[in-house]
Nanobody, 126 residues
């Protein structure tokens, strides 16, 4: 059973930064594209960013482009989401997800990810 574990969420003031991390636990897999999504109360799950297994290709939602950077350290089997200039509208539960099929083309479509973490809360105060 593969589990993805997110960490790094918390409470931050508007304009601040957070770095989220995600790593698989239990049985791991060697190659996967990783995506980050978020879901605010009463809203649909929203794509944030994704990165190919080599890290050579990334994909960002227009709503966060320029404020968010996705990266990965395959030696540590960890993917990061650096978020800067946070706004109250960024308040949500953030999820990481792994796609074992599309290794070179990180997808913004949630249904194309096979494994999901439990989520980490990010709250941005005004």
């Amino acid at each position: 059973q593969v589990q993805l574990v997110e960490s790094g969420g918390g409470l931050v003031q508007a304009g601040g930064s957070l770095r989220l991390s995600c790593a698989p636990s239990g049985r791991t897999f060697s190659r996967y594209t990783m995506g980050w999504f978020r879901q605010a109360p009463g809203k649909a799950r929203e794509f944030i960013a994704a990165i190919s297994w080599s890290g050579g290709r990334t994909n960002y939602a227009d709503s966060v482009k320029g404020r968010v950077t996705i990266s990965r350290d395959n030696a540590k089997n960890t993917v990061y989401l650096q978020m800067n200039s946070l706004e109250p509208e960024d308040t949500a539960v953030y999820y990481c997800a792994a796609d074992l099929e599309r290794l070179f083309n990180p997808s913004p479509v949630a249904n194309e990810y096979q494994y999901w973490g439990q989520g980490t809360q990010v709250t941005v105060s005004s």
